[in-house]
């Protein structure tokens, strides 16, 4: 493969990953991903930028050859996940005489994880230059999007703004366009990624978003999916998911064994939707965890049904319960409904995993069986409270 040239002698050498179907073994891809890394040919040094993925180490390496490239000075490693940092050790091997160059964090991770020989690793601090001839490279370090080792590469001339994982998408080049689209499709996969990648860092990846927009790069390079000539196709999307408020929608994930929890969810939300609050319903046991993900990203509230097995909550609703209380959303209220047939505490184990986040929680409401006229009352209570709230945050 040829890399393509993005602008000035910096290249993408990077790969697709279209067969990839699953990432973290937890959220389902749509599109593949990619494993973004770029080639720098300064006039005196050539700096490789970010690596590859440890699987596909062998097809990286080979393109290079394909490209002559024989010699390599630097490998900047922006970060030390393994999706970014599992190649040096092979390249390091290839290209002996290459330098890793990376922050004090992140160096110890990849002598920790990748046992890569200490005297192979220099040292940077954020603002810290490095020459590559006619280009130069600075440093941003930017711990907590998404991990403490993560900073930025500028490469100074060419105004081109290195970002690692944020600001990326599970999004595969069509037809080897490495530019990306200004798409709805896009879009939606850069929310997926920011909803399970970079909202758990939602104040951090604010502060950032408006530091991007600040020097204002003419393009954003980052390690997952196309890169942007229009930054503010995804700094504009970030700064509207990285919002302190949320949005008028109520998201709605339940689990129903024989229909009755259903049966109030469905409820709620023609109730809550004749009050023009909207809503997001959402089937745990067929439904895309990308898709509650995502969900997450916008809602105000969140009303979990579950039906009760063994006297606990299901433990489907138990796993969206844990994966919100990690992916610390910006909901601020939450509610419970549930049926059960000899047993249970609905709240009280769901409440505790959701204890992370600070919701404000309104009554919850467990039946035996099937919902009744008394309970149905109490549903248009919550949905009352729900409205006298989201009218106090001019959402309604
Ligand atoms: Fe794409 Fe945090 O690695």
Redesign the pocket.
């Known amino acids: 493969m040829k890399f393509k040239e993005i602008k000035n002698s910096v290249y993408y050498c990077g790969l697709n990953d279209c067969e990839r179907k699953i990432f973290d073994e937890l959220i389902p891809l749509e599109h593949g991903?990619t494993?973004n890394s770029y080639l720098v040919k300064g006039s005196e040094k050539v700096a490789l930028i970010d690596t590859m993925y440890p699987k596909k180490t062998d097809l990286y390496l080979k393109n290079l050859d394909e490209n002559n490239i024989t010699n390599v000075d630097y490998i900047i490693a922006n970060?030390g996940?393994?999706?970014?940092s599992g190649s040096i050790p092979a390249l390091l091997e290839k290209y002996p005489e290459a330098m890793v160059v990376t922050n004090a964090v992140c160096k110890n991770n990849i002598i920790e994880m990748l046992h890569v020989d200490e005297s192979k690793i220099q040292v940077i601090k954020n603002d810290d230059e490095l020459s590559l001839g006619d280009k130069t490279l600075r440093f941003m370090i930017a711990p907590g999007v998404?991990?403490p080792d993560?900073m930025f590469t500028y490469l100074v001339e060419d105004n081109l703004l290195c970002t690692?994982?944020f600001l990326?998408a599970h999004y595969t080049f069509k037809e080897d366009e490495i530019f990306a689209p200004d798409s709805k499709e896009l879009e939606h996969s850069a929310k997926r990624y920011y909803a399970e990648?970079m909202m758990p860092f939602r104040g951090v990846c604010k502060k950032y978003t408006q530091q991007v927009k600040d020097l204002n790069p003419d393009m954003i390079l980052p390690?997952?999916g196309p890169i942007y000539k229009n930054p503010k196709f995804i700094l504009d999307l970030y700064a509207d998911w990285t919002a302190d408020e949320g949005k008028n929608l109520v998201l709605l994930p339940y689990v129903s064994m024989y229909g009755s929890t259903e049966e109030m969810i469905d409820y709620l939300v023609e109730k809550l939707n004749a009050k023009g609050i909207k809503t997001e319903k959402f089937d745990i046991v067929t439904g895309d965890l990308g898709d509650l993900a995502m969900g997450l990203v916008d809602a105000t509230a969140i009303i979990l049904g579950s039906s009760m097995v063994l006297a606990s909550p299901h433990p489907m609703a138990a796993n969206v319960a844990y994966l919100a209380n990690l992916l610390r959303p910006k909901a601020k209220i939450a509610s419970f409904v549930g049926s059960y047939g000899w047993g249970g505490n609905l709240f009280g184990k769901l409440g505790e995993m959701l204890s992370g986040l600070k919701l404000d929680v309104i009554e919850p409401l467990l039946v035996k069986g099937k919902p009744d006229s008394n309970d149905f009352k109490k549903l248009d209570e919550m949905v009352e409270i729900i409205y006298t709230k989201f009218s106090s945050y001019h959402l309604v």
Request: proline content about 0%; charged content about 20%.
């Open positions: 991903t494993y970060h996940e393994q999706d970014h998404h991990w993560t690692c994982d990326g990648i390690s997952h």
